[in-house]
């Protein structure tokens, strides 16, 4: 919990960054851990975790200073996990680096193949990549939404969502050898 609770906003700011419902942070964050990270930590070895829960406090200031961070409401049940959605649902995002993964898959669209996998191996909502070692948002959700996101310049946009073509078939030639420890 240690590693989700760090936050460079609020040490830069001086700002608590303590969930307000711990229960439910709990329960969100052990969802996130047991169903995405664990799963993808067997697989690929160590996860290097960049960021995690936020309060709202902290959160709110990120979104005022153009720190990358989305509004508050956007971020319910997602890097706010103390706080449930508009919908009711609880759900944790966390920021990670799978290092065995960024070091070994350096070419321009490989992140898709990381992504791929995650599509085909766990029950994710959400997944938003950045161009920097591969770096992305993981969020488990109590209602998936089943959507893969880039920010790599080259590939801005959906790589699938509902509804786009491939979404549901196999994509095992785009990942498979990818991950070393089976």
């Given amino acids: 919990m240690r590693d989700f609770l760090y936050s460079e906003i609020a040490a830069l700011h001086g700002l608590p960054n303590i969930p307000d419902d711990p229960d ?7 969802r996130l851990c047991q169903d995405l990270l664990e799963p ?42 103390d706080k449930r959605d508009a919908a009711g649902q609880m759900g944790a995002t966390a920021g990670i680096v799978v290092p065995s993964f960024a070091d070994a898959f350096t070419a321009p669209d490989d992140w898709k193949r990381l992504a791929w996998w995650i599509h085909d191996h766990l029950p994710y909502s959400s997944v938003e990549f950045f161009p920097e070692q591969w770096a992305f948002n993981l969020q488990w959700h109590e209602k998936p939404l089943r959507m893969i996101y880039s920010h790599i310049p080259e590939a801005r946009g959906y790589l699938t969502k509902p509804g786009m073509d491939g979404h549901d078939a196999d994509h095992r030639d785009l990942w498979d050898g990818i991950a070393p420890h089976p």
């Fill in 24 to 30: 439910l942070a709990i329960a969100a964050g052990a």
């Fill in 40 to 81: 993808l930590q067997d697989a690929f070895g160590r996860l290097f975790i960049r960021s995690g829960l936020r309060s709202a406090e902290v959160n709110a200031m990120g979104a005022a200073k153009g720190y990358g961070c989305a509004s508050n409401e956007r971020s319910l049940a997602g890097h706010i996990w």
